[in-house]
């Protein structure tokens, strides 16, 4: 009797061994499928930190242009609609086309208009870029700026003063979008075509 009841432990003993080893698998069938989430976050964590990273690296890459390597640049107080890369590139265009012009003088600092009219209160509105060809970076510039007909006849002409705090610094070989406003009180000719018009400035500055 003490045989039977052996074998009969014995038995048990098998089959709680085969339970074991069905849990075992269990249990290693459940680390490999926590590894593959695991991994599997991995990627997704991973994929995600490199598009973030690629999507970082093209901004930071057109901030770069923009600043740098355009020969653009823009005021403190300018908006993000002023300065978005479609606008820079347009003002691009437009130089390019103007400085193919013999009469373009790429030397010191001067404004170049490239528009003019009256506003409602009868002020000449003149729009175009302060440029730098000194070889310096500059800053609070001031002197006059004088708008004259074809014929050398005087529109207007006053003195202006770009302070550093309103106009900022102006590096070398930069073009600054900017607006010229002579009050009605400065212009000395009654005149309605300002289709043509040209552009004196003498100016004293600091440089950097």
């Given at each position: 009797m003490a045989r039977k009841k052996d074998l009969n432990e014995m038995d048990i003993i098998s089959k709680e061994l085969e339970t074991l080893k069905k849990q075992t698998k269990l249990l290693d069938k459940d680390k490999e499928a926590i590894e593959r989430y695991k991994n599997k976050k991995k990627t997704i964590i991973i994929s995600v930190?490199?598009?973030?990273?690629?999507?970082?690296?093209?901004?930071?890459?057109?901030?770069?242009?923009?600043?740098?390597?355009?020969?653009i640049s823009y005021g403190p107080n300018a908006t993000a609609e002023e300065k978005t890369e479609k606008v820079t590139e347009?003002?691009?265009?437009?130089?390019?086309?103007?400085?193919?012009?013999?009469?373009?003088?790429?030397?010191?600092?001067?404004?170049?208009?490239?528009?003019?009219?009256?506003?409602d209160d009868k002020n000449l509105v003149v729009d175009?870029?302060?440029?730098?060809?000194?070889?310096?970076?500059?800053?609070?510039?001031?002197?006059?700026?004088?708008?004259?007909?074809?014929?050398?006849?005087?529109?207007?002409?006053?003195?202006?003063?770009?302070?550093?705090?309103?106009?900022?610094?102006?590096?070398?070989?930069?073009?600054?979008?900017?607006?010229?406003?002579?009050?009605?009180d400065y212009v000395n000719v009654d005149i309605t075509d300002l289709s043509k018009f040209t552009v004196t400035t003498e100016f004293e500055f600091y440089q950097k």
């Open positions: 930190v490199a598009a973030v990273s690629i999507l970082i690296i093209a901004v930071l890459g057109a901030f770069i242009y923009v600043n740098l390597q355009s020969p347009e003002h691009e265009e437009f130089l390019k086309k103007i400085d193919k012009k013999e009469e373009t003088v790429k030397e010191g600092v001067y404004f170049l208009g490239t528009y003019a009219y009256f506003d175009g870029y302060m440029r730098n060809f000194t070889g310096h970076e500059i800053y609070d510039l001031k002197g006059n700026i004088t708008i004259k007909t074809p014929n050398d006849e005087n529109i207007a002409g006053a003195w202006f003063e770009f302070t550093e705090k309103s106009f900022g610094s102006l590096k070398n070989g930069k073009s600054r979008p900017w607006r010229i406003i002579f009050k009605n």
